[in-house]
């Protein structure tokens, strides 16, 4: 089962896929991938982290502090920690975990070559998947091939569901690993 999460900047979609992967390790499911943090000083927002679910490995994979590199808004992307930590832990996922977490899929990202390739190699697997996109990834080919997928179910985080929407797709999903066993 391939999940797709979507919704406005700032509504929940990490927290959604955090407190999912959290309900299914509660399960007995192995779960691994990565996931963004926003890191802030003084309450301001200077950049972000990422985090292999399966180790608690961290990098700084942009910030407003950093001087080369891809630029995203007032952020330089750090390519190196994407591959370093991101990617090797959705390709670490996909090889031993029965679900993979990609948070985010986002214009960040997708500077890296690394990164397209280990999606598209857990969106090609047999492993469950659930990744958050970001909000205007229609804009990107790579991200309108992975939208378009004919298993990929997708959810539109709001307001009004985003309380909800763990249960619903832990429900899905479970039902489809237990399929799967």
């Known amino acids: ?23 299914l390790k509660d399960r007995g499911v192995s779960v691994g991938g990565m996931i963004t ?21 961290k990098g700084l994979m942009a910030s407003v502090n950093y001087s080369s590199g891809p630029r995203v808004g007032k952020y ?11 990617v ?3 390709t ?12 985010e899929i ?11 390739k280990a ?7 047999a492993k469950s998947v659930v990744a958050t996109i970001h909000y205007r990834a229609s804009q990107s080919s790579f991200c309108r091939t992975i939208l378009s997928r004919e298993d990929v179910s997708t959810f539109v985080v709001n307001v009004e569901n ?3 929407l763990p249960k619903t797709i832990l429900d899905k999903l479970y039902h489809s690993l237990l399929v799967k066993k």
């Open 1 to 23: 089962m391939k999940i797709l999460v979507t919704g406005r900047p700032g509504i929940g979609k990490t927290t959604l896929v955090s407190r999912l992967a959290q309900m």
């Open 37 to 57: 943090y926003e890191t802030r000083e003084k309450q301001v927002r200077t950049g972000f982290l990422v985090e292999d679910l399966k180790t608690g490995l």
């Open 76 to 86: 330089v992307v750090n390519l190196a920690e994407i591959e370093r930590v991101g």
């Open 88 to 90: 090797k832990a959705i």
């Open 92 to 103: 670490d996922a996909v090889e031993r975990d029965e679900v993979v977490i990609i948070d």
């Open 106 to 116: 986002g214009p960040m990202e997708l500077y890296s070559e690394s990164f397209r």
């Open 119 to 125: 999606v598209s190699e857990a969106f090609a697997s």
């Open 162 to 164: 985003r309380n909800v």
